[in-house]
């Protein structure tokens, strides 16, 4: 019995190999090859919440209901667009949240490639009056974490993993909510 048959073609470098007889269908030239497939089918998968593609991540309705009971009524959504804006009085990337005054009570579900900025926004905010609470990728091991919220905020780890509005599959990573009350 021959342990060659008919060639096949890689599918990640296209080049040609002999396919194997023992009936294992063999998709890729090498382990090279096979490993840069799974590589690019996870960045694939969590790409879009791991990238600066897109910061519109819209936060999940009845989760912002339950928050809103409990804090609110919220003032002022500091990071938002018109369409998925939470409170009557919002910031717009436009309008750019991190340079405006943040009073009353103030919802944020910030941009996650700035998160750090949003969050010394937050504890600054606080320390003139106003709470703040923010929704955040649980980033225990970040030193905006240690230096910003450890010492100064509410910290309430979401159970499981949220599913953003109008997101197919939930957040590849944890959540948690940050409270930064008025000194």
Not at 79 to 94: K, M
Not at 137 to 156: D, K, L, M, N, Q
Not at 166 to 178: I, M, N, Y
Request: glycine share 4%; hydrophobic share 35%.
């Amino acid at each position: 019995m021959s342990t060659l048959t008919k060639p096949g073609r890689c599918q990640v470098c296209r080049a040609t190999f002999e396919r194997s007889a023992t009936g294992r269908r063999r998709l890729y030239c090498c382990d090279a090859c096979r490993q840069r497939a799974h590589y690019r089918r996870q960045v694939r998968r969590a790409a879009v919440y791991h990238s600066r593609l897109s910061d519109e991540w819209a936060t999940p309705p009845d989760y912002f209901a339950e928050w809103d009971r409990e804090f609110g009524p919220f003032t002022l959504d500091a990071a938002a667009t018109a369409g998925n804006a939470l409170c009557e009085q919002f910031y717009t990337i436009e309008d750019n949240g991190l340079s405006q005054p943040w009073h009353g009570t103030v919802w944020c579900n910030p941009p996650y490639s700035q998160v750090a900025r949003w969050v010394e926004k937050a504890h600054e905010a606080a320390e003139h009056g106003a709470t703040v609470v923010l929704l955040v990728a649980a980033r225990t091991s970040t030193v905006w974490w240690h230096e910003h919220v450890e010492p100064h905020a509410e910290i309430r780890f979401i159970k499981g993993r949220l599913r953003f509005s109008d997101a197919t599959s939930p957040a590849p990573f944890g959540s948690a909510l940050l409270v930064f009350r008025p000194n």
